[in-house]
């Protein structure tokens, strides 16, 4: 009885175990970016690999090659390597709204447990212009491959029992 109670045991770890691994191995890598563009604000949020950040924004061969305009010093408190980030990033992302660029106001860092993106990065701006025709972005090489969805929220209040009608 003892011996069947440790098997079922066993059994439901290596089904769990062998589940886990098949999630994972289906966990996106690469870095992804959501852009959001609402009346009068732009927001971007990146999701990327700190580990991976820090180690292009340090790479000398990446700096020879133009990737990076200066490499980031290996002795550097986390702080430091934040705001060193921060102002690589900001530098090198590059935002056009109707074909005028657009200098983000704010970038923000944020940490998170996920393990693919533990590092979380918001670039915010504000235009000034009645109707977006055109968007254009691009992210710095040390991001690596982006994946980017784009976002043009609609808002509409809808009352008791209205249906809310929406063209794309």
């Not at 979380?120 to 212009?129: L, R, S």
């Amino acid at each position: 009885m003892y011996f069947l109670k440790k098997l079922k045991w066993l059994m439901l770890a290596c089904i769990l175990t062998s589940m886990s691994a098949q999630v994972s191995a289906h966990v996106l890598k690469n870095t992804t970016a959501q852009v959001i563009l609402r009346d009068g604000q732009v927001e971007v949020k990146v999701l990327t690999n700190a580990e991976h950040l820090i180690s292009a924004l340090q790479s000398e061969q990446a700096w020879l090659m133009g990737d990076i305009d200066k490499l980031m010093p290996t002795n550097l408190s986390a702080e430091q390597q934040e705001e060193f980030a921060k102002s690589a990033l900001k530098q090198k992302t590059s935002l056009r709204v109707n074909q005028q660029v657009i200098v983000f106001e704010r970038v923000t860092f944020t940490t998170s447990n996920n393990e693919a993106h533990d590092l979380e990065i918001v670039f915010q701006a504000k235009y000034t212009f009645t109707t977006v025709d055109e968007l254009a972005i691009s992210f710095p090489k040390s991001l690596g491959a982006v994946h980017a969805s784009f976002v043009k929220p609609q808002y509409k209040l809808l009352g008791a029992g209205d249906t809310a009608k929406i063209k794309f």
